[in-house]
């Protein structure tokens, strides 16, 4: 008897499939095999990460044998390579063991595939278990059923990359994502008929639909969902709409019902999560965004306490200052997370990424989307964020059985210090907390005594001996520095060529591509294919019009993000939104000259709203009214042009010629190169820089306006908008609870040999000889570690020169101004690191006094601060 003619005698477990009223082909026939039921039953057995089905068992009936042979073999091979990916009230569940998972955000069109790989290898390395990305549906679908999956879009590939390294995958379908730009809801959705985002709008629930059921079928066919051997193990519908949902009332309970059944009914084989929502559907996971998740309780004791989003940072804004998280409050959220009971924490951002082509929302988010992210915009490491939360991530792997399956205790100290116990057969392993901001804590555990910083954690995986404490960073601090062009010869100076925006064929005249009586929003007009409208009208004053001899200005109600006034062909001025008011009044004096008079205003969006209730019905453009107000002494005469002929026109028409293209054969002038004139065409050339190191074009010099290398747009640029100098000083305090000039050129949009363009648009005017290109890499390290650790200095692949600074003892200072203390050891500390260090790409040191020499520091904590150039 062979083995299909063996196996329905075998006992049976667990049912793995159920094939009703099956009719197949086999391979042997071409016609039809009989209808009948299949039953395939198994037990299980675990091994290496997968499950295996022995002694497989079946009820039929009607079946053939050879229909019986095929169907086997596919279920063998499907089921074998699959994942069971569940969960219960502590932890989701791989293969049925609980499992610690860390993932990091890195969201695909942020940065370029080739930089795909290096960013997700160093996630691991990084012990990161797994990569979450959003789904972007406003840059897949820009037009209405018409996709773009190419390039920095190519979904598949940046999943199947993920793949290739061994981690897991989250996949945030929503299709809402409030990322700061590419929000998921493309502007035509909002130009549909009696559309309504985010409720039961019939128009809207049919589109997300249709786009959420692309997605999943695009990703089910390259079997990328765990349940068929693929990385995701998470998929997420909808983001954050619990935060907002009040407005909405009942619709907004409804809809996300709707958001619930849509995604169980796609049978994607792994569990769906929902953020921010308490009142998430079952089986959707309700789980937790923010800066601190330590206190959320899940709304469902089946469901385990998960965190999707750890802010690492902020992100930037236009005019706004530069947010910064440290590490230590960074690592103390995670810690105390995990301590109160938390399995799963995906860091937002793990890598920073760049804002390219008009992707940057906001309004006013910049082009880098910096985070403060553990890897930085170019993909550098940042830190030492990244080398002290892959410490933390190595301790907590190390005890995940514990702290999945362990039973939990907490000893309340008072004033914000507790120990949290989890219990095994096996062992313990311990928490301690201090949430007390200004006072550093000495617990008492078990016949000894711990001192605890302000505002950190201790993990003691056996509960005896100090693993990691948050406050304490044992890892360096690279500097990152600027390096010159060498493959030029004379990198600071650059030869431009200029053209002005021809603006004559349609301001003259006052016409546009369209007409109407009254003044629209920006977005219903443009679509969201150009960041620029014009708006146009034409006024005529008779002589002894009652308005001539009098004083006249021009009063605009506008929620442009940045407003350009013109009258008869001269630009009056230029007025843009601050301090996040959008809706302002513009008023100047303005000359009307007796007869036809021409008025066109060019709104500019700077990233359109992309969070809150009804976002999409926040205006932006000119919405008016649109006043001409005459005064003579206390006479005021106004004339409302609101509903006045109003003309329009999309875009500009260096844009429309595509002027930014290396090929374009629009002709450049050599001559009389302008500055500082608005609405100008720059070009120049250049060579590649030398190496691999990440490559930034300096803008210095520069006021507004958008850059493109060899027809790539990496973004908009807005130097003229400077931030306030308030802020954190150079050494920031870590404890307490965290508040929220140079543009990435990806090498791969360079030519290695031969020349390379550069092309600017220049909205308000700047001076282009300043611009110059540089490479990022790490110019020196330092570190400033406490006795009894072993510290890393590392250059990234390049070696290390020269010992600037070590001293150990008691020194005082930061990075870059270290001095010495009172108190050193006996033996040269800058002799011993030279010797061990120089020459080398890394190396590693323990820092003892048996090594150092013994220093009288009359019982202050003593330590080795280093200073390396690389």
Not at 441 to 463: H, K, M, N, Q
Not at 474 to 498: G, H
Not at 621 to 640: A, C, L, M, Q, Y
Request: aromatic share 12%.
């Amino acid at each position: 008897m062979d083995f299909i003619d063996e196996i329905h005698q075998k006992s049976t477990t667990v049912t793995i499939c159920d094939l009703d009223r099956l009719s197949t082909k086999t391979p042997s026939s071409t016609s039809a095999s009989p209808q009948g039921r299949i039953k395939l039953f198994g037990t299980i057995l675990y091994q290496k990460n997968r499950y295996f089905f022995l002694y497989l068992s079946l009820q039929f009936s009607r079946v053939n044998m050879a229909s019986l042979r095929f169907i086997l073999c596919c279920v063998l091979v499907n089921c074998a390579c699959a994942t069971i990916v569940s969960h219960d009230g502590r932890a989701i569940t791989i293969d049925g063991h609980r499992r610690v998972l860390l993932s990091g955000s890195i969201h695909y069109p942020r940065s370029t595939p080739e930089m795909w790989p290096d960013h997700i290898k160093k996630g691991k390395e990084g012990g990161l278990d797994a990569i979450e990305t959003y789904v972007f549906w406003n840059a897949h679908e820009p037009t209405r059923r018409q996709y773009d999956f190419s390039g920095k879009l190519d979904l598949i590939r940046f999943l199947k990359t993920i793949q290739d390294e061994g981690l897991y995958g989250v996949l945030r379908i929503r299709p809402y994502a409030c990322a700061e730009g590419i929000t998921g809801f493309p502007v035509w959705l909002h130009n549909m008929p009696r559309m309504v985002f985010r409720t039961t709008n019939k128009a809207f629930m049919d589109e997300i639909q249709n786009f959420t059921t692309m997605i999943v079928d695009m990703v089910m066919k390259e079997k990328l969902f765990a349940s068929q051997g693929g990385p995701i193990i998470l998929a997420q519908i909808e983001n954050e709409y619990g935060n907002i949902m009040g407005p909405y009332g009942e619709a907004g309970e409804s809809y996300i019902k709707l958001c619930a059944n849509m995604a169980q009914a796609l049978n994607v084989g792994v569990p769906w999560i929902i953020c921010q929502q308490n009142y998430a559907p079952q089986p959707m996971l309700n789980i937790c965004n923010g800066f601190y998740c330590d206190n959320f309780t899940p709304n469902n004791l089946n469901t385990p306490k998960m965190w999707t989003e750890n802010w690492t940072g902020w992100f930037k804004q236009w005019g706004g200052k530069n947010p910064h998280r440290t590490t230590e409050d960074v690592a103390f959220s995670v810690a105390r997370f995990f301590q109160r009971g938390g399995t799963f924490n995906n860091y937002y951002m793990y890598h920073r990424g760049t804002n390219f082509d008009r992707s940057a929302g906001g309004p006013y988010i910049t082009t880098s989307y910096d985070y403060d992210a553990p890897l930085d915009e170019y993909g550098n490491l940042n830190q030492p964020k990244y080398g002290h939360l892959k410490q933390l991530h190595d301790v907590l792997h190390s005890m995940e059985k514990t702290l999945t399956y362990g039973n939990i205790s907490t000893i309340d100290f008072g004033n914000s210090a507790s120990a949290t116990i989890y219990t095994t057969q096996e062992g313990y392993s311990c928490f301690f907390g201090n949430g007390n901001e200004n006072s550093d804590a000495t617990i008492s555990f078990r016949g000894e005594s711990y001192v605890v910083p302000a505002w950190s954690v201790t993990i003691l995986p056996d509960c005896k001996t100090e693993a990691y404490n948050t406050a304490k960073i044992t890892t360096q601090t690279s500097m990152m520095v600027k390096k010159p062009n060498e493959a030029e010869d004379d990198p600071s100076t650059l030869k431009w060529s200029w053209r002005p925006e021809n603006m004559d064929n349609f301001v003259l005249r006052g016409k546009g591509e369209s007409t109407n009586t009254q003044l629209f929003d920006q977005k219903v007009v443009s679509n969201d294919q150009s960041d620029y409208l014009w708006y146009m009208t034409t006024v005529k004053f008779r002589k002894r019009d009652p308005f001539m001899g009098k004083n006249m200005s021009l009063r605009v109600n506008s929620t442009a993000h940045v407003l350009r006034v013109f009258v008869n062909g001269k630009h009056i001025v230029s007025q843009h939104a601050e301090n996040e008011k959008f809706h302002y009044v513009f008023e100047k004096d303005a000359k009307f000259k007796s007869g036809r008079n021409v008025i066109f205003l060019l709104s500019i969006t700077v990233g359109l709203q992309n969070y809150g209730a009804f976002f999409e019905s926040v205006p932006v453009g000119i919405t008016g009214p649109i006043f001409i107000i005459g005064r003579n002494g206390d006479e005021i005469i106004v004339k409302d042009l609101s509903s006045h002929k109003w003309s329009y026109k999309t875009g500009l028409n260096g844009f429309e010629n595509k002027l930014f293209k290396t090929e374009s054969p629009s002709k450049w002038s050599f001559e009389s190169v302008p500055l500082n004139r608005t609405m100008t065409w720059y070009k120049t050339t250049f060579k590649a820089p030398l190496g691999n190191d990440p490559v930034v074009v300096d803008l210095l010099g520069l006021g507004k306006g958008t850059a493109w290398v060899n027809g790539n747009n990496i973004g908009c640029y807005w130097l003229a908008f400077n931030s306030s100098s308030d802020g954190c000083s150079a050494k920031c305090n870590y404890r307490g609870a965290y508040y929220a000039e140079k543009y990435h050129v990806p090498r791969s949009f360079l030519i290695t040999e031969g020349v390379n363009t550069l092309v600017l648009f220049e909205e308000m005017g700047g001076n282009p000889s300043l611009v110059n290109f540089q490479t990022t890499r790490v110019g020196s390290v330092c570190a400033n570690v406490y006795e009894k650790n072993v510290i890393e200095l590392s250059c990234d692949r390049k070696t290390i020169s020269a010992i600037k600074f070590a001293s150990f003892g008691n020194s005082d200072g930061n990075c870059g101004s270290f001095v010495k203390g009172t108190c050193e050891g006996s033996k040269n500390a800058v002799d011993i690191l030279t010797k061990e260090c120089i020459g080398k790409e890394k190396c590693s040191i323990d820092v003892t006094a048996e090594k150092f020499g013994v220093p009288d520091c009359s019982g202050v904590a003593r330590r080795l601060p280093i200073e390396a150039i690389c």
